[in-house]
């Protein structure tokens, strides 16, 4: 049986691929530059996946634009969007995978006690589409991208958009991510599983 997958889902083959990051204390990407900027394109897994938390609060965030290739060749226009620290109540993270079984869901859950949450540095998401209710502390709106100071080493293509701001705060939050990244991840209280059929975070 073919390990391709249609777009959207995981093949079995990939399934170590996408399992080990997600429980992984860090990760380091090719992508970023011995400067620290974010290329304007580079090459992620053709298949994305959702994020949704709860609540999170962070202090300095900026967000720039980007183009990532998925390995089938396709090109997304994506938002990378840089925390310098952050605290996620109620995290969960979910991908489809096809297998010879049929589909199942990779879900992972943490930081599930207020007490207890999630904590990153230096966090970035590459989002298309995100959904919640979210405040901004001391915020700049259509900053030159190369000139980000907010997150330490992160910036755009110098003359791109971009916007930031010393404080956010996100509830309800719902995300469509093609990749993600930190210098720490830290899940409190992991819980990793698999689901039989489609049993997304949202």
């Not at 997304?76 to 620290?85: D, E, F, G, K, N």
Request: proline share 4%; charged share 15%; aromatic share 6%.
């Amino acid at each position: 049986m073919s390990n391709d997958a249609p777009k959207g889902r995981t093949s079995w083959k990939r399934f170590g691929l996408l399992a080990g990051p997600a429980v992984a204390a860090g990760v380091t990407m090719a992508a970023l530059t011995a400067q620290g900027a974010i290329a304007s394109s580079f090459a992620v897994s053709s298949d994305d996946f959702k994020v949704t938390a709860e609540s999170m609060e962070g202090e300095g965030f900026s967000q720039v634009g980007a183009i990532v290739e998925g390995s089938d060749g396709e090109q997304h226009v994506v938002a990378p969007s840089a925390i310098a620290s952050a605290e996620i109540v109620g995290l969960c993270q979910s991908a489809l995978i096809d297998t010879p079984l049929g589909t199942y869901t990779l879900v992972v859950e943490a930081g599930t006690d207020p007490e207890n949450p999630v904590e990153a540095e230096n966090l970035i998401l590459y989002i298309d589409e995100l959904q919640g209710n979210a405040e901004f502390g001391n915020i700049e709106v259509g900053v030159d991208a190369g000139e980000v100071d907010r997150t330490p080493g992160f910036s755009g293509t110098p003359g791109g958009f971009a916007q930031q701001s010393e404080t956010i705060t996100i509830t309800d939050a719902k995300q469509n991510a093609w990749f993600v990244e930190a210098g720490t991840f830290t899940l409190n209280g992991l819980h990793m599983s698999i689901h039989q059929g489609e049993n997304e975070c949202y």
